[in-house]
């Protein structure tokens, strides 16, 4: 532990004494460097043991070096944690239901954006929800290298949304579509009410031409499950839509400044009616 007195000087009217500390800290190698004064006074260390500081007519200055009291793997480490902070970790969710004969794993895909001139981004595709069918290739075992896959919509989503217990919809897909291979992949997902009324089947069927497939998966989706995805489809249609990133953008000089520019647009003629 250091020790520290003030004692009276004839030169400066004070002098500062340091004893040399017992103990040094282990993160320090090297003696802290520093220099002060009183009355715009310098004070510098003339010797090494106890340590008297001679006043020297020299302007303010305070210097620290904290560098040395670190072990360079110590800097490094604060280094990856900052960036790792620093960093937004992608996430990866999704619901997944399984049965005997098949499992269903429902996944959303995030909005994509376009920059445009004015620095600002437009919405360039939706976003959309990855249903992934796997067959059962055993007890609580599914073949997911045989998976087959199908793209919900917004729309189509909002068509599953809409059902009743007694209703049924209908998708079809081709991914070649305005391609030269059109007509040759062919998927069509039904969603049917349960003959007991107990929920809906989901019944996937591909045909490939291309590579002679023809699949046909089907899985059984309880009420419970059935209200679950209407949820989450709910929850997640507007962060598809992008509409999220627009309404953290909004500001309200950015507001005044429209309605200055054009003030009797169409959006103002609507509102005022």
């Not at 007195?5 to 004494?17: E, H, K, V």
């Not at 040094?24 to 106890?50: E, M």
């Not at 591909?206 to 949820?231: C, G, R």
Request: aromatic share 10%; net charge positive; glycine share 6%.
């Amino acid at each position: 532990m250091s020790n520290f007195s003030l004692s009276p000087s004839p030169t400066s009217g004070f002098s500062l004494n340091l004893q040399n500390p017992t103990k040094t800290s282990p993160y320090h190698h090297q003696p802290l460097s520093f220099s002060t004064s009183i009355n715009n006074t310098i004070f510098t260390p003339l010797n090494s043991h106890t340590k008297t500081f001679k006043a020297l007519p020299k302007n303010l200055s305070l210097t620290c070096r904290h560098s040395d009291y670190f072990e360079p793997q110590q800097q490094q480490q604060l280094q990856s944690h900052g960036k790792l902070w620093a960093s937004s970790p992608k996430v990866f969710v999704g619901y997944s239901i399984y049965k005997g004969k098949a499992a269903l794993t429902v996944e959303p895909r995030s909005p994509e954006f376009a920059p445009i001139n004015s620095g600002a981004f437009k919405l360039s595709r939706e976003g959309m929800v990855m249903l992934q069918f796997a067959p059962a290739a055993g007890v609580r075992q599914y073949d997911w290298s045989r998976k087959q896959v199908f793209s919900l919509s917004v729309t189509e989503m909002g068509s599953i949304i809409s059902l009743g217990a007694k209703d049924s919809c209908e998708f079809f897909h081709d991914p070649n579509k305005g391609r030269s291979d059109e007509g040759k992949v062919r998927k069509v997902l039904k969603v049917e009410p349960l003959p007991d009324g107990s929920g809906h089947f989901f019944n996937l069927s591909v045909q490939n031409k291309l590579i002679n497939l023809d699949e046909n998966i089907y899985i059984p989706v309880t009420k419970a499950e059935f209200a679950v995805l209407v949820s989450a489809f709910n929850f997640v249609v507007p962060y598809l839509l992008g509409w999220h990133t627009a309404a953290n953008s909004f500001k309200p000089e950015d507001t005044s400044r429209s309605n200055n520019a054009n003030p009797r647009s169409g959006a103002e003629l609507e509102w005022n009616r």
